[in-house]
Nanobody, 122 residues
Framework: QVHLVESGGGLVQAGGSLRLSCAAA?????????MYWYRQAPGKQRELVAA???????NYADSVKGRFSISGDNVKNTVYLQMNSLKPEDTAVYYC???????????????WGQGTQVTVSS
């Protein structure tokens, strides 16, 4: 029903920028509630980086506030994560996720992409 594909990861020096993209393909759904960017560094738990609701409200982890920006393009069904002033501690696999309600009245379901590697060198 929902297919998410991330792109845009890579190797960048500290202080540099990257823009991640998450292209979403939706089958028959009732409502998209929100989309997210998570990340998981080696040996660490997956953490929420940024979120954007269908109304355009955004939220960020304290560690990325002022440096990262999440946005969405409803025409292209794509969510972006603009990452500036990157630090070595931002190195992780970044995952796109979506909360979707397939049918009215049913609970939200969570879908994930395959992830894209971001490596920040010092």
């Amino acid at each position: 029903q929902v297919h998410l594909v991330e792109s845009g990861g890579g190797l960048v020096q500290a202080g540099g920028s990257l823009r991640l993209s998450c292209a979403a393909a939706f089958g028959s759904i009732y409502r998209l509630n929100a989309m997210y960017w998570y990340r998981q560094a080696p040996g660490k738990q997956r953490e929420l980086v940024a979120a954007i609701t269908s109304e355009g409200m955004t939220n960020y982890a304290d560690s990325v506030k002022g440096r990262f920006s999440i946005s969405g393009d409803n025409v292209k069904n794509t969510v972006y994560l603009q990452m500036n002033s990157l630090k070595p501690e931002d190195t992780a696999v970044y995952y796109c996720a979506a909360d979707v309600q397939l049918v009215a009245g049913l609970k939200l379901l969570n879908y994930w992409g395959q992830g894209t590697q971001v490596t920040v060198s010092s």
